[in-house]
């Protein structure tokens, strides 16, 4: 019987190696976001996120949509929509939203952005569906 049981673990195990994506599959392209580690806030109280994104394919109107939290990590503010292209190549986006002077300040921030497309359905309405996600923590500087 320990023969039988060791066969077994030693096939299971051969099987997931060969399952297992290659470190090739793991570095080839895919969609992703990022958010520079600086944002601006202006005496106006116009704020403004950027960073990067690339997305490889989409069946309809694609968007990096950002917030900003700042103080009560439950309260986010929108920061404007950017257009995106998705054709496999790096380009940058830029938000920029005003807000009531005072309400975001110079310092700590935290940034969420979204890579994200309306595909289109069947029944007309299209629905979000989400290429790329991430949250990070910033600086806000004075512009």
Request: charged residues 15%; aromatic residues 4%.
């Amino acid at each position: 019987m320990p023969v039988r049981q060791t066969l077994g673990a030693a096939t299971a195990a051969a099987l997931l190696l060969l399952a297992a994506p290659s470190a090739d599959a793991l570095s080839g392209p895919y969609d992703q976001v990022t958010i520079d580690p600086t944002g601006t806030v202006g005496a106006d109280g116009t704020i403004s996120l950027s960073g990067t994104y690339r997305c490889l394919s989409a069946g309809g109107p694609v968007f990096v949509s950002s917030s900003v939290s700042q103080g009560d990590p439950r309260v986010r503010q929108g920061i404007g929509g950017t257009s995106a292209v998705c054709d496999g190549a790096v380009h940058r986006w830029t938000n920029s939203e005003k807000r009531t002077p005072g309400t975001l300040t110079p310092g700590a921030a935290r940034v969420e952005a979204t890579l994200m497309e309306l595909r289109p359905t069947a029944g007309g309405l299209p629905l979000p569906a989400f290429h790329a996600q991430r949250e990070q923590d910033i600086s806000l500087t004075e512009s």
